[in-house]
């Protein structure tokens, strides 16, 4: 069976890696020259919305997914009337609008902060009667790792983003939030679903730096909401694939904020350390095979590297790291690839993790986990009231 993947960045190649040896092959369709794809199926060049591109990939394809939300739901559209895709059409959709996300979030009773959309100035002395200040004002469409997004304070900060931002935007209110978590589900051709345990997410500059899985202190009451809420977008939308939904903990209650149709950042230390990781789930899922089970196999971090590539091999010499190269160029702010932090317990990973940070150019400190003991003298970064938008990772991802 051949898989159409519509990108060919390190979330493709991910998802290759896991799909071979399941006898899967692929395909990809992809703008750019020497992708991360490269060695691993044949590649499709051209725009996502090129027509003859799109006929090579629906006649070549037993089945499309696709790894990003910038693919025009104009051409997945057109491929699903040819071939089967999953996600839907309409799960690309409504992740790719924050207006229509908030209001399917909304129409299925899942809580998120106070939204109004906004055109411009004019709008905003109603948006933010609504949102009340702070507030977050943000692109309605193709924002990502903190790009098309500012935190505002006053009116007149407020007028300004509006006017650096453009039309089409959305305010939200600031949340209060203790720390963000995120959900990672697959659902299968049959129906059938797993999800994977909470994760903790930390961001600093709108780019992923650390996550850790499962997520400290975690009822079973929390977890069980997680997948409610998750499960509630799963039925409204039809889905197979793997979602992330991506969460504010606020107050012993989730707040959703944005959803990703796809695998995602924050379930890659799924590689190393659960049952089956997200890649081969996705696969597994939008090939119509069982899901596999998605259980931790013990506590990980997982550490993105960032710009600049460390000393390969004296970060692959550190026991319990895992290294996940991209094959990108280093630039600024862009993720090259990611280590897996695994041990028998906490402290070990969190020593680890603290040793592999280390050797990361430019990481800073270590953001720990929520209630634990930050390593190696790292002092806890405060995460209540921090301003941070948790976008879905587009362009790099």
């Not at 037993?62 to 089967?84: G, I, N, S, Y």
């Not at 992740?95 to 998120?112: C, H, N, Y």
């Not at 939030?177 to 697959?186: N, T």
């Not at 939008?286 to 998605?294: E, K, N, W």
């Amino acid at each position: 069976m051949t898989v159409g993947v519509l990108g060919g960045g390190q979330l493709a190649r991910m998802l290759a890696l896991a799909g071979r040896p399941l006898g899967r092959r692929f395909l990809f369709l992809e703008p750019a020259s020497n992708p991360p794809v490269a060695s691993l199926g044949e590649v499709v060049r051209g725009s996502y919305d090129d027509p003859v591109c799109l006929n090579r990939i629906a006649a070549a394809a037993d089945v499309v997914t696709f790894e990003f939300e910038a693919v025009p739901a104009k051409a997945v559209r057109r491929l699903a009337a040819e071939v089967p895709v999953h996600p839907s059409p309409a799960a690309l959709a409504a992740a790719q609008d924050r207006r229509a996300e908030k209001r399917l979030f909304q129409e299925l009773g899942i809580p998120t902060a106070r939204s109004c959309p906004v055109d411009g100035v004019g709008d905003l002395a109603a948006a933010l009667a609504a949102t009340g200040l702070p507030a977050v004002v943000k692109t309605r469409r193709f924002g990502y790792d903190g790009k098309g997004q500012a935190v505002v304070r006053s009116p007149e900060e407020a007028a300004a983003a509006v006017k650096a931002l453009g039309p089409r935007l959305i305010a939200e209110s600031f949340v209060d939030f203790e720390r963000e978590l995120s959900v990672l589900g697959a659902a299968g051709l049959d129906g059938s679903r797993v999800f994977y345990p909470l994760t903790e997410n930390h961001h600093r500059d709108g780019l992923l730096r650390a996550s850790y899985a499962p997520a400290p202190d975690v009822s079973a009451g929390l977890q069980a909401e997680a997948e409610v809420l998750a499960g509630k977008i799963m039925d409204r939308l039809g889905y197979v694939g793997v979602l992330a939904v991506e969460l504010f903990q606020s107050g012993g209650r989730l707040l959703a904020n944005e959803m990703a149709p796809r695998v995602h950042n924050s379930g890659h230390w799924t590689i190393d350390a659960a049952g089956a990781s997200q890649f081969e789930n996705h696969v597994r899922a939008v090939t119509g095979l069982a899901l596999a089970p998605p259980a931790a196999r013990g506590p990980t971090a997982m550490l993105n590297v960032i710009g600049e590539m460390p000393d390969l091999p004296v970060l692959a010499a550190v026991p319990g790291a895992h290294v996940h190269l991209y094959d990108k160029t280093p630039r600024p702010g862009r993720k090259l690839g990611h280590v897996n932090v695994t041990g028998p317990d906490a402290e070990a990973v969190m020593e680890t993790a603290a040793s592999v940070w280390r050797l990361l150019p430019g990481a800073g400190i270590l953001p720990p986990p929520s209630k634990s003991k930050p390593a190696d003298g790292a002092s806890r970064r405060t995460l209540v009231s921090r301003p941070v938008a948790f976008a879905p990772e587009l362009g790099d991802d």
